[in-house]
């Protein structure tokens, strides 16, 4: 039992985030252990903070100790392997102890400072309160004196058949009032339950057997000795659009199930995990647990806890779900590895590669990293034999690939077309539509027209608050910036800086949604955007209704690119790629080659042949015709020379740090301050390979009213280095730098904070 414990404080900045020493009273030893959530005095006025446990029976620093207010239920404690992941982000990531908390445990599952009944003792309080809901069972008999009501003699029958909870009563129209009353006569009992965590009950079980082409079964082959191994394996699973991978991960996951081992499914966005759950439900049922940011808090916690408990064998869902309680894990499975939302973007800055890694190698288990187009590092490290290589040539069904047309947008202007959409790309639709089959096209650009340009003196409208175009979305009739939300309500007509006419210009999916109408009028056109998603399940009922032909065309961003499969499918459009095509960072030819060619795989999946339209102003482009061709191989070596030649992973580790602050002049000296304290401390080792670039201006200079620049730091991403970045964060706020310009370390770059 602890009489002193070690904790991480809550809102600690870096240079405080250390354990605090405090002492346990003795009626909560008992319930104190290493990952208990706990309250606690803090400062001089001993203000109520939360906290996490991580060391026990720590020797006082001094006698007068203070004591901890409150302890959260051991049903909140961490598990030995969350807290483990807990000291991995902190060291990985340069987070705070509690930031990496919050990470690893859903908000709905979190406490917060209170204050006890007699309004001065400060408790702990789930953040969440309303996860549970009244149960009713019935426990006697209903007297026929007084004569029972019709609503008491209905609440009876329905309790006859078993348990029923308050919302299934009302649905039957039995009030609360009624079963209040049924209780106080002793004929119901009352109690509370969890809300259902079956959240997609709905779909029905199938059981029939997993069948295999001759290509999956010997991939599946080649893996599973991997998956039995009880030591940490990992594999890339490199297939074509449409090959069937994920018929190979259900036959995975049936014998990961069977060795008595558990599964986490990893999927790159929302707009994907619809599909993902269906298969995975109706094959496992409620062995399968989901976790992603679009269910609310309730469903999120119910979820985890679900996990906790032990009632799942499958986790699937977005980054996040790399921290999903789940224990005895055999198989991790990452989709469309290459993927940048698996890069969380605040803090803690980490990688759900590197994160399942770490839980494979805990576990034991086959980490199966898959993707018709790897990542660079990814597909250099399988042929350099750090990572075993299985590949699926074959489009599943003996299907071709579709076939490619590039069409020069400079030649349709010649032409006297001023349209987004080519005469060639209206014809193939036309002819799409008279076949009765369905189209995808890809514009990765939101809103109506993207940018304000002044036709006097050529000046863009920005955000006042950051250096970026304001975008004219017409369904609200305003001009929003996609950074920090600000609106322009209504739209302005003159120049702010010379009072000139406000040209707009540009094209986005609410432009090709009205410019598709107006070619097609008989169409039924869905726009799946962030504006269009942005309700509860839109994904899911959007692609359903989609996936029930109520839409022939379907125009959207990245999120229709990847993972949906729709048999009807036979023509793929992609607009506006160039604004991609020539993006700063050095993903850039990575990204684009990587969203054509899995748009164009979403076309011919069944058994008519696809069809492809890539419109670009740059058709001799050597990464738009690997794209066309689908030939990631050529791809991939000219991109691996190019990585060589610029000292670009994989043959380096790239870390940006970042600065920001409302003054601009500040911010650059505080980045410059940094660069000289990190040279000064690298100078300590000139055995260590290091090459700084900068400091610069972020990509976007401002967002949000803060001023951003950046160093690029080409390193060897190993503990030598993050412990001479943690030196020179010390050095930084001994300077009390931070009231200049706030710093963030991003060990996973692409080459922007």
Not at 451 to 466: I, N, S, Y
Not at 541 to 564: N, P
Not at 588 to 601: C, K, M, N, P, R
């Amino acid at each position: 039992m602890p009489k002193t414990v070690g904790v991480a404080v809550s809102n600690a900045t870096f240079h405080f985030d250390k354990l605090y020493t405090y002492a346990v009273m003795p009626d909560q030893q008992e319930a104190v252990r290493l990952g208990s959530m706990v309250l606690v005095p803090f400062g001089r006025g001993s203000k109520a903070r939360m906290g996490v446990v991580l060391a026990c029976d720590e020797e006082p620093e001094h006698a007068k100790l203070k004591y901890l207010f409150d302890v959260a239920p051991a049903s909140a404690c961490l598990t030995p392997e969350l807290l483990r992941l807990v000291h991995f982000l902190k060291e990985r990531t340069f987070c705070t102890y509690y930031e990496a908390v919050k990470a690893v445990i859903p908000y709905g599952a979190q406490y917060k400072p209170a204050l006890a009944a007699d309004g001065v003792t400060p408790v702990l309080q789930k953040q969440l309160t309303r996860h549970t809901e009244n149960s009713y069972k019935l426990v006697g008999a209903l007297q026929q004196k007084p004569r029972p009501t019709a609503k008491q003699l209905a609440a009876v029958a329905l309790l006859s058949g078993g348990e029923r909870t308050q919302n299934e009563m009302e649905a039957h129209g039995i009030t609360k009032a009624v079963l209040d009353n049924l209780c106080a006569k002793g004929v119901v009992e009352c109690s509370k339950v969890n809300k259902s965590i079956d959240l997609y009950s709905s779909i029905p079980l199938k059981n029939e057997p997993i069948t295999l082409t001759e290509e999956q079964q010997a991939a599946y082959d080649a893996l599973l000795p991997g998956l039995e191994d009880t030591a940490p394996h990992s594999a890339l699973l490199y297939g074509v659009t449409g090959s069937g991978k994920t018929l190979v991960f259900l036959k995975l996951i049936e014998r990961c199930l069977a060795l008595g081992r558990r599964a986490l499914v990893l999927v790159p966005e929302i707009s994907l995990t619809p599909q993902m759950i269906l298969r995975l439900k109706s094959r496992f049922g409620r062995r399968v647990a989901v976790q992603h940011s679009a269910l609310n808090h309730t469903e999120r916690l119910l979820q985890w806890q679900m996990i906790q408990d032990g009632g799942a064998d499958i986790v699937v869902g977005t980054r996040s779900a790399v921290f999903a309680p789940l224990e005895n894990i055999g198989l991790v499975i990452i989709d469309e590895e290459q993927e940048h939302t698996y890069r969380s973007e605040s803090a803690p800055r980490y990688a759900a590669h590197e994160v399942a890694r770490q839980r494979a190698a805990e576990n034991g288990s086959l980490l199966l990293l898959a993707s018709a187009t790897p990542s660079t590092e990814s597909f250099y490290a399988a042929q350099n034999g750090r990572t075993q290589l299985v590949r699926l040539t074959q489009r599943y069904g003996g299907n071709p690939l579709p076939s490619v047309q590039i069409v020069d947008m400079r030649a349709e202007l010649a032409s006297g077309n001023p349209r987004e959409i080519s005469l060639a790309m209206e014809d193939a639709i036309r002819r799409n539509l008279d076949a009765g089959k369905q189209t995808i096209l890809l514009l990765n650009r939101r809103g109506y027209q993207t940018m304000a340009q002044c036709d006097d003196c050529r000046e863009v409208l920005k955000c006042p608050k950051c250096s970026v175009p304001m975008v004219y979305h017409k369904a609200g009739h305003k001009l929003l910036c996609h950074y920090c939300g600000t609106q322009l309500d209504p739209p302005p007509k003159t120049c702010p800086a010379c009072g000139g006419k406000l040209l707009y210009r540009g094209f986005g999916t609410q432009k090709a949604e009205e410019e598709l109408a107006q070619l097609f009028p008989e169409a039924r056109v869905l726009r799946m955007d962030q504006d269009s998603t942005a309700a509860k399940d839109a994904h899911e009922k959007l692609l359903a209704k989609f996936a029930r032909h109520e839409y022939d065309i379907m125009v959207g961003t990245q999120m229709v690119a990847k993972g949906l499969d729709f048999e009807d499918v036979t023509l793929v459009g992609v607009l506006g790629i160039d604004s991609l095509l020539f993006a700063q960072g050095f993903r850039a030819y990575e990204t684009v080659f990587s969203l054509i060619t899995q748009v164009v795989g979403r076309s011919g999946r069944a058994k008519d042949p696809g069809f492809a339209i890539i419109q670009t102003t740059d058709p001799d482009n050597p990464v738009l015709n690997l794209a066309a061709a689908q030939d990631y191989d050529a791809f991939f070596e000219q991109e691996i020379a190019y990585r060589k030649l610029g000292l670009y992973p994989p043959f380096c580790g790239l870390c940006v740090v970042g600065f920001s602050g409302p003054k601009e002049i500040e911010v650059a000296r505080a980045a410059a301050r940094f660069s000289a304290l990190l040279g000064r401390q690298a100078a300590q080792q000139p055995d260590l390979p290091l090459r700084v670039l900068g400091p610069t201006p972020g990509n976007i200079e401002k967002i949000n009213e803060n001023y951003r620049y950046k160093l690029t730091i080409k390193c060897r991403a190993d503990r030598r280095f993050r412990d001479l970045v943690r030196q020179t964060l010390g050095l930084y706020e001994q300077e009390k730098l931070p009231s200049k310009a706030t710093v963030v370390v991003d060990m996973h770059s692409d080459g922007d904070i």
